[in-house]
């Protein structure tokens, strides 16, 4: 069983939107392009959400906050996704709804808002997209030529 906010539950919500983020840089890209191309610029397009179990960015946000020890990530993509957490969580900080209310709420509140990136390296999307087609095969009749005979 899979509990609210568990990091399998944040992942598959996360593939799930790493799909669409994929459509949409192959409607952005320049054409003729790439693979690699499509998931660099995947890479870079905003999320709907962050894409963080709730306990990490409780955990990054504490220490943060009360220790002001600032992670350094393995990479940039990563960096950026957290950096960013950080700075709406003081931006909710500043506001009179969210001055009296716990850290978790705060942090919760910011989970939910919009992230500027997916949080992961363009190797890691290119991973993800071949996991997917191998466990969802196209359907047999959508990739069938249409009848032209008479």
């Known amino acids: 069983m899979r509990h609210k906010g568990s990091i399998s539950q944040v992942n598959i919500q996360r593939d799930k939107e790493i799909l669409s983020i994929f459509r949409q840089a192959k409607r952005q890209a320049s054409w003729p392009t790439n693979i690699w191309r499509l998931c660099e610029i995947a890479a870079d397009l905003p999320a709907t959400e962050y894409y963080i ?15 002001g020890r ?25 506001l009179d709804k969210y001055k009296k209310k716990s850290l978790t709420a705060v942090v919760n509140a910011a989970l939910s808002m919009k992230a500027p990136c997916i949080g992961l390296t363009p190797r890691k999307i290119y991973l993800l997209l ?3 087609k191998k466990t969802h095969p196209p359907h047999p009749l959508s990739t069938q030529k249409p009848n032209t005979s008479p």
């Open 53 to 67: 179990s709730d306990e990490m960015a409780i955990r990054y946000a504490s220490n943060r906050l009360k220790k």
């Open 70 to 94: 600032k992670c350094k990530f393995s990479n940039k993509y990563k960096q950026r996704l957290y950096e960013s957490l950080y700075d709406k969580i003081l931006e909710l900080r500043q």
């Open 130 to 132: 071949l996991r997917h």
